[in-house]
């Protein structure tokens, strides 16, 4: 089969690559793809928000699959377009999108649904929100209903600046705070049948310790040894089925992947939000631990034969992403800085680059802005890849360059101290 995937970014790239060494491949196109993706993927110069050019490519290159990445295409009905060609897609129609299209739609359809979340006031109005916020109480939780590339919320004490934020947008959804330790859960769905994927956990904001504002995601690692047992069975049991159940009810039965964002409160488990694509950075880690081929997996979905793949299985071990952002993100950000170390930094063992915002300028790979890409590695337990993740990354440099230093740092330690006992108390 051949592959299109469609997107620029982290995502996308992790992508081709599980599918580029996918045995029931033959060839992974990307439009337009990234520098990066050359290694995996044949790139084209085509717009993934034009849904006519991408379902065009498609046909000509023959394509079994479409891969939809971003949330951006997939809201603005990109693949229903390519659907209409007749070409098989993984994502969601235009009208099942809009539960991370709108935040105020996927509330909707919990409350239908009797999935637990957050308490929240959906506001159009600077009155409304300042009475929501009033209501709900602090610390405030502000969302701007649209897509926002994972910055569009903010969660503050200072009522002043919650009320900015809701003024910045047109409708905002103000929510009760959760508590606890976030998770990010994606199951691959055809709309009836659903495979969950082990659970991750990513790091919003900017800097070590969840300082400074929220980001796309500064990293993240797989599996979770913190997670409670039974947590993936419970989450597809009291989220995930009755949320697909109910999108079908409405006639917008929901295909691909639905990505739960969940709190593991004080008072049990919340979804924070819905996604209808695979997260970044949380995928990354994903698939390098993906122990079986990805394309029966996303064409069972596209196709509604879900039921016939088995569910994916995963190699022993973690796998940690710590992703490197441009200077100043993520208030501005630069571009066309030259990136060095790239080759030394795949040429370790259990490491492996995954391009995001990055670009070709005179022959050198540049920055392009934003997260400019995550170094990805693996070992035996979190601890062992967070060190091959962060040997990677201080191999990679470019003029000011951000990262964290503590993605995993809290869990590997728990994970130690865990190990350490059990030898203790066999």
């Known amino acids: 089969m051949t592959v299109l995937v469609v997107g620029t970014g982290g995502r996308e790239h992790a992508l081709a690559r599980a599918l580029s060494r996918d045995p029931g491949v033959r060839a992974v196109h990307a439009a337009p793809g990234n520098p990066g993706m050359r290694a995996v993927a044949e790139l084209h110069d085509v717009d993934p928000m034009d849904g006519v050019a991408v379902a065009d490519l498609a046909v000509a290159l023959g394509a079994g699959l479409v891969v939809v990445g971003p949330e951006a295409p997939l809201v603005a009905g990109v693949g229903d377009v390519v659907r209409e060609r007749g070409v098989p897609v993984f994502g969601p129609t235009r009208e099942a999108a809009r539960l991370e299209g709108s935040k105020a739609f996927a509330k909707d359809v919990m409350a ?18 300042a009475a929501a916020l009033d209501e709900l109480g602090a610390p405030y939780v502000v969302k701007d209903d649209g897509l926002a590339a994972g910055k569009g919320v903010v969660v503050t004490t200072d009522r002043a600046e919650a009320l900015a934020h809701a003024a910045a947008c047109e409708r905002v959804v103000v929510e009760e705070f959760l508590d606890g330790p976030e998770v990010s859960l994606f199951a691959i769905t055809d709309g009836v049948t659903i495979h969950p994927l082990q659970p991750a956990q990513d790091f919003k904001r900017i800097g070590d310790g969840d300082a400074g504002p929220n980001t796309g995601g500064m990293g993240a690692y797989t599996p979770l040894p913190w997670a409670p047992p039974g947590l993936v069975d419970q989450v597809l049991r009291e989220v995930l089925r009755p949320t697909v159940e109910e999108m079908a009810r409405r006639g917008t039965p929901f ?17 924070v939000e819905f996604n209808a694509r695979f997260g970044d950075p949380e995928t990354q880690p994903l698939m390098a631990l993906l122990d079986s081929p990805l394309s029966p997996l996303l064409l069972g979905a596209a196709t509604r034969t879900l039921a016939d793949v088995p569910a994916p299985a995963w190699r022993t071990g973690s796998a940690v992403a710590v992703v490197l952002a441009s200077a100043g993100y993520p208030a501005t950000s630069s571009s066309g800085d030259v990136i060095a170390g790239l080759d030394e930094a795949e040429a370790l063992d259990e490491v492996h680059v995954v391009h995001a915002g990055t670009a070709v300028a005179d022959g050198d790979v540049v920055t392009a802005g934003g997260r400019v890409l995550a170094v990805v590695g693996t070992g035996a337990d979190l601890s062992a890849a967070r060190a091959t993740a962060y040997d990677g990354v201080a191999r990679v440099s470019f003029p000011g360059a951000q990262h964290r230093t503590d993605i995993a740092l809290v869990a590997a330690r728990d994970e130690e101290q865990d190990l350490a006992r059990e030898r203790m108390d066999p």
């Open 255 to 271: 295909s691909g992947l639905l990505y739960a964002g969940l709190a593991m409160t004080s008072r049990g488990v919340r979804v």
């Open 112 to 129: 239908a649904a009797g999935v637990p979340t957050a308490a929240a006031r959906v506001c159009t109005t600077p009155a409304e929100a």
